[in-house]
């Protein structure tokens, strides 16, 4: 078994286990950040991995809202393939992020597919309800869709990055040019919306001081994207300290 097999299947792992419906592993790896991290220690270069999964976390950063439930954007698959790809083929983080946001959208459609096909695990849950089958409940509700998801998640994801920039490339390529067109504007609106959106729930009118910061940072001065998260980390801490001082006083 050659070591890009293996890679394949760790990261086609990686996009199974973000969906693995456990709080403890789920939501740990629906972040861009740690899923590139973590791609990086596949692959072997960590520090790529982890500058990469930074860039993409704030591009999806409109994904953390699901209204309804519902996806906006799967940028678990966006990044479990892009990711790899890239760092395999020497694509640079702009192109990584391009070739991320029509797999960000094909997402949405599995996920869909996996709603709809779902539904019979539901209807043999019942049927075992009325039977009082536990042990068959216990399989519809956690064994069935477990391995369902491997056949959905796992093994496409682990495919697609073995073949690696040419499958990806071909996939791409069968979209049409005014479709791609369309996912390349949705993509550089992607990280205003996500930021806009939390703004909005926060209700808060004094933090878009931050928001304008940041684009003047990363913008107009060129800084680093990983730097400017430091930055807004640490300002993060003291506007909190001094709010909940300001609202105790």
């Known amino acids: 078994?050659?070591?890009?097999?293996?890679?394949?299947?760790?990261?086609?792992?990686?996009?199974?286990?973000?969906?693995?419906?456990?709080?403890?592993?789920?939501?740990?790896?629906?972040?861009?950040?740690?899923?590139?991290?973590v791609v990086g220690l596949i692959m072997g270069d960590f520090k790529t991995g982890l500058m990469m999964g930074g860039n993409f976390q704030i591009l999806y950063i409109a994904g953390v809202m699901a209204?309804?439930?519902?996806?906006?954007?799967?940028?678990?698959?966006?990044?479990?393939?892009?990711?790899?790809?890239?760092?395999?083929?020497?694509?640079?983080?702009?192109?990584?992020?391009?070739?991320?946001?029509?797999?960000?959208?094909?997402g949405v459609f599995l996920d869909n597919i996996r709603r709809t096909i779902m539904g019979f695990w539901t209807r043999r849950a019942d049927k075992h309800a009325l039977e009082g089958n536990t042990k068959a409940i216990m399989f519809d509700g956690i064994g069935g869709p477990l391995i369902f998801n491997i056949f959905l998640r796992w093994i496409p994801v682990a495919v697609i990055v073995y073949m690696g920039v040419d499958a990806a490339t071909a996939i791409v390529n069968a979209i049409p040019e005014w479709l791609m067109e369309g996912f390349k504007v949705a993509g550089g609106m992607l990280p205003a919306t996500g930021l806009a959106l939390i703004l909005v729930m926060l209700n808060k009118p004094m933090l878009l001081v931050y928001y304008v910061l940041a684009v003047v940072l990363t913008q107009l001065l060129s800084m680093p994207i990983v730097a400017a998260a430091v930055i807004g980390g640490v300002l993060a801490i003291l506007h909190v300290t001094f709010t909940t001082k300001a609202e105790e006083a």
């Open 67 to 106: 209204p309804g439930g519902n996806l906006s954007v799967d940028s678990q698959l966006a990044c479990c393939i892009a990711i790899p790809v890239a760092m395999a083929s020497g694509m640079g983080v702009e192109e990584a992020m391009v070739l991320s946001v029509p797999f960000g959208v094909l």
């Open 1 to 37: 078994m050659n070591n890009m097999l293996l890679i394949a299947v760790g990261i086609g792992f990686v996009y199974y286990l973000a969906y693995m419906e456990s709080p403890w592993v789920q939501y740990f790896f629906k972040e861009a950040i740690v899923i590139g991290a």
